[in-house]
């Protein structure tokens, strides 16, 4: 487990070294190596919050260190290396294997090398289909070799649910807005976004079975019953909350709904926006920290708790009320400790983000809801702020690096690296019952 977390950390640094040299800003001068870290580690973390514009501060040089960071970021370190070895003809020793499963939440040690070269040559494939996509949309109105880049980077960006992007040219910070009312973009940027996040497992069990649903397995059947609908529960509530708001007057309903769709699949850990977030209700904004806490699912591209862990809170709610010892789900029983074990992920996300807003809000005076915004974006590895990370100073941006190392990570990754696990011991302590409710 260390060894996942210190691999991420080195990627950082290495980042952050790259990105502070001349070469790597459009104005040949050295980057302050806070602006560096802080960059480094949101490409690592493929989460999207940044200091200065990715078009118009990054040069060329540094783009391509940031797009670099996003694709091992995205894929894992850990599927990278042991692809490299596998082309070298080296044996793959168990540790490596045990290591490739946690990297990836494998559900079994069998088959993992084999699973690598499938996540490395899906990855490549998809990204490559998504920058043909998009190359039709953005070489007219870039140029060729411009356009091909913009389409290149766009798709490697949205399949690792990074979020990045470099359309500076518009403005700083203003994402895809440029594009609210092109439905091919958003509908391209979508479905990347959406086969990012729903796992490299659940690609793997949808081919093996086929296509069939019945056929699947209950972790495939979840992924994709919850991640539908999130997009579509979500998206019909933005479009509710921001019905009133003045700032979408001018939009006509069919583009608010097709903005409120985008935007709840992007805010699911993408980090894209085609509205101004700041001009967004509060209403919307606490929606938007919700399906940002949840996040996509296990062994994918995206961060959060994933889709699962929420799937077997709700799945234990409804068992507690019918009086059923286990939680069950589509006529499956699940592992006893499964309960304790989403709890344990939930509380650590709240806990962290709730704790970290409150001292981003009390240190750079801003209100709680941006504050609570920003830290669970960041511990979402999502992107998306209302505008006030530029501003934020020294101590809190550290904190959101901490919350986007330790979401790109994983909570029980983080949790197993620094903890010593002993045996259980043949005694239990003495039992005493509480009154709960």
């Not at 060894?3 to 080195?10: H, M, P, Q, R």
């Not at 940002?292 to 699962?308: F, V, Y």
Request: charged letters at 10%; glycine letters at 10%; hydrophobic letters at 50%.
């Amino acid at each position: 487990m260390k060894i996942i977390l210190f691999g991420f950390v080195a990627l950082i640094l290495i980042g952050a070294i790259l990105l502070s040299l001349p070469i790597s800003s459009r104005s040949g001068k050295p980057t302050s190596f806070m602006t560096s870290y802080f960059t480094a580690t949101s490409a690592v973390c493929v989460t999207g919050l940044i200091k200065v514009d990715t078009h118009n501060y990054w040069s060329l040089f540094g783009q391509l260190v940031i797009l670099g960071l996003i694709q091992i970021g995205g894929i894992g370190f850990m599927t990278v290396c042991i692809s490299a070895i596998s082309v070298t003809k080296k044996k793959i020793g168990l540790a490596s294997r045990e290591i490739m499963q946690s990297s990836v939440s494998a559900p079994q040690l069998g088959g993992i090398v084999r699973m690598t070269r499938f996540i490395l040559l899906g990855t490549l494939t998809v990204e490559l289909i998504g920058a043909f996509l998009l190359s039709f949309a953005f070489v007219p109105k870039f140029g060729v070799l411009r356009g091909i880049w913009y389409a290149l980077f766009h798709s490697i960006s949205a399949f690792c649910n990074a979020g990045f992007d470099l359309m500076g040219s518009g403005g700083d910070f203003s994402s895809l807005t440029a594009y609210t009312a092109n439905a091919y973009v958003c509908i391209v940027i979508s479905l990347l976004i959406v086969i990012g996040g729903l796992g490299f497992f659940v690609w793997r069990d949808m081919l093996d079975c086929r296509m069939r649903f019945t056929k699947f397995r209950l972790q495939t059947k979840l992924v994709l019953i919850v991640s539908l609908a999130l997009i579509f529960a979500g998206g019909g509530l933005l479009f509710l909350t921001e019905l009133k708001n003045p700032a979408s007057n001018s939009e006509s309903i069919p583009q608010q709904l097709g903005s409120a769709l985008f935007q709840s699949v992007s805010t699911r850990t993408a980090g894209f926006n085609t509205v101004d977030l700041s001009a967004l209700t509060h209403s919307s904004l606490f929606i938007m920290i919700l399906l940002m806490l949840i996040g996509g699912s296990p062994g994918s591209t995206a961060g959060g708790m994933k889709t699962t862990t929420f799937a077997v809170l709700i799945s234990s709610v409804v068992s507690t009320f019918k009086h059923r010892k286990t939680a069950e789900m589509l006529g499956r029983r699940l592992e006893e400790n499964i309960t304790r074990l989403a709890l344990c992920v939930v509380t650590m996300y709240l806990t962290l983000a709730v704790g970290t807003a409150v001292v981003i809000s009390t240190v750079e005076g801003v209100p709680l809801i941006n504050a609570l915004f920003e830290s669970a974006s960041a511990i979402a590895t999502v992107g998306l702020s209302t505008g006030i990370t530029p501003e934020l100073g020294t101590l809190t941006s550290v904190m959101l690096t901490l919350l986007m190392l330790f979401g790109r990570v994983g909570s029980l990754t983080m949790l197993l690296a620094f903890s010593n696990y002993k045996s259980k011991p043949q005694s239990q302590k003495p039992l005493e019952k509480i009154q709960i409710g």
